[in-house]
């Protein structure tokens, strides 16, 4: 069965104090792995698309990269707007979006 | 009004009842979702219609019916829902189903009683 977890559940890190959230994925066949920013109140927001081991992408403070089991969202320096949970989702070649139980990151100035 | 929009945003329902959550999308896109986001469970995808017909339908109870007059608009039907269908329903849209830049609205928050 197609899983995708998520580490650590929550995250309380000081303003300027760097970290990695973990997402880590069984899928049958992955087509693309996504990670969504969602704030309280709102649905989730787009963030990025990785298609294949070895790929990076970075936006402002943030970075995801992707292995063959793992994806892992880096973020810089972090300030207390980047406050929010950080959701990753697995597409497989069954056409279905498989989500993870999210991260929920608090960043304290 | 631009992005994903629903209505209402918050619906309370008892169990009898029959009710509809709206979504509205002015984006030109020709894929739509209707997703379930439940207390300490990650995100289900309920429906999928692309160019108004339905092309996915994730082994979601009869007592939900989606509806998609057009592309803008996405419908999900709701009758005689037991109280763990509380949850926050969230629609989104992208260009196709291909596309993996899902744009998401607010949610309705459905509490059934």
């Known amino acids: 069965e197609d899983q995708v977890t998520q580490s650590p559940e929550a995250l309380r890190l000081q303003e300027g104090e760097s970290s990695s959230l973990n997402c880590s994925y069984t899928v049958s066949g992955l087509r693309g792995l996504f990670w969504y920013r969602q704030d309280p109140g709102k649905g989730p927001e787009f963030l990025f698309t990785l298609y294949s081991a070895g790929e990076e992408k970075e936006k402002e403070r943030l970075k995801a990269t992707l292995t063959k089991k793992e994806s892992f969202l880096h973020i810089t320096a972090p300030k207390p707007e980047d406050s929010a949970t950080y959701l990753c989702a697995a597409h497989n070649y069954g056409q279905n979006f498989v989500f993870g139980p999210g991260t929920r990151l608090s960043v304290l100035p | 009004e631009t992005g994903v929009t629903q209505t209402p945003r918050h619906l309370v329902m008892g169990m009898t009842n029959k009710k509809s959550l709206k979504c509205e999308q002015h984006?030109?896109?020709?894929?739509m979702y209707w997703y379930k986001q439940s207390a300490k469970k990650p995100l289900e995808l309920m429906f999928v219609y692309s160019l108004e017909e339905r092309v996915e339908n994730n082994s979601v109870p009869s007592r939900f019916s989606p509806e998609c007059p057009n592309s803008s608009h996405l419908f999900l039907h709701l009758h005689t829902l037991q109280p763990e269908d509380s949850a926050l329903y969230l629609c989104?849209?992208?260009?196709?189903?291909?596309?993996?830049?899902?744009?998401f609205g607010p949610g309705t928050r459905l509490t059934v009683t």
């Open positions: 989104a849209s992208s260009q196709d189903t291909t596309s993996y830049e899902q744009y």
């Open positions: 984006l030109g896109h020709n894929a």
